[in-house]
């Protein structure tokens, strides 16, 4: 019995114990965490700082930071790539530019041997023409022929020997020296390239021009000769006033056949 009512007074004095800490802690907790425990509250006057803690703790924060860094990893990449390609490229270049100084320095005495067999003969050309075009006019004067339309021709003739005078000129200007290590050296030689092409082209044009003018001063003597002269006769004078050089041959050869032929 008394075992009984001893066991009673600890229980109890175990639950007025249990119940004085309850009250205790109560006691000891914020206003608002007593009036809503277990609910989280952020104060909206809260730091940035903190605010941001409490969604990099709720995993919100931590996502966007993860793509911000991937984001500025991309881009410190594509930064790099660009970096890596440009030093190549320059590289490449150096490269490049060093063969051709190398492949101009071992061609160079060839090309400038070239350069002068192109100026030589295209200035060769040129006075050979010229002296056709003073003799066709002087041929025209001593035997006072006047072939119809032949002041057209003899202005077409000025004009192209006028336009050959300058292609050549042109091409003696350009095609200098060869400096190797002028990063513009391949524009030179296509340049060069263009002004033998440009001047080739004029000289036919004038060696044309004389052609005509060979034919129709071979046709007007033809039709003023006396009966007793052939029309060979009459173009071979012609012939022999461009006797004398190479162009000047071929061109006589071309007034005989005009007269021999028409």
Do not use: W
């Amino acid at each position: 019995m008394q075992q009984s009512l001893r066991i009673k007074r600890i229980t109890s004095a175990l639950a007025a114990v249990t119940f004085l800490a309850v009250c205790v802690l109560a006691a000891t907790q914020p206003v608002g965490a007593r009036s809503n425990i277990g609910e989280r509250r952020i104060d909206p006057a809260m730091p940035a700082e903190i605010e941001h803690m409490t969604e990099v703790h709720n995993g919100v924060g931590s996502e966007n930071d993860r793509l911000q860094k991937a984001r500025q990893h991309a881009a410190e990449l594509r930064a790099k790539a660009k970096k890596e390609l440009k030093e190549k490229y320059k590289h490449r270049q150096q490269k490049s530019a060093e063969m051709r100084r190398l492949v101009c320095e071992k061609r160079q005495k060839t090309i400038e041997n070239a350069f002068t067999k192109l100026k030589g003969a295209a200035d060769k050309h040129l006075e050979k023409l010229n002296a056709v075009f003073d003799r066709l006019q002087q041929y025209q004067l001593a035997e006072a022929i006047y072939p119809a339309g032949y002041d057209t021709l003899l202005a077409d003739a000025v004009a192209k020997r006028s336009a050959a005078t300058d292609a050549v000129a042109a091409l003696k200007l350009v095609a200098e020296t060869v400096d190797c290590g002028d990063p513009e050296v391949v524009v030179r030689l296509t340049q060069v390239r263009a002004a033998v092409k440009q001047a080739r082209t004029a000289l036919f044009e004038y060696r044309a021009a004389l052609k005509e003018m060979v034919v129709a001063l071979a046709k007007a003597k033809a039709a003023d000769t006396n009966g007793n002269t052939t029309r060979a006769n009459a173009a071979g004078s012609v012939g022999n006033v461009l006797a004398g050089t190479d162009t000047g041959a071929s061109l006589s050869r071309l007034a005989k056949n005009e007269g021999v032929n028409r």
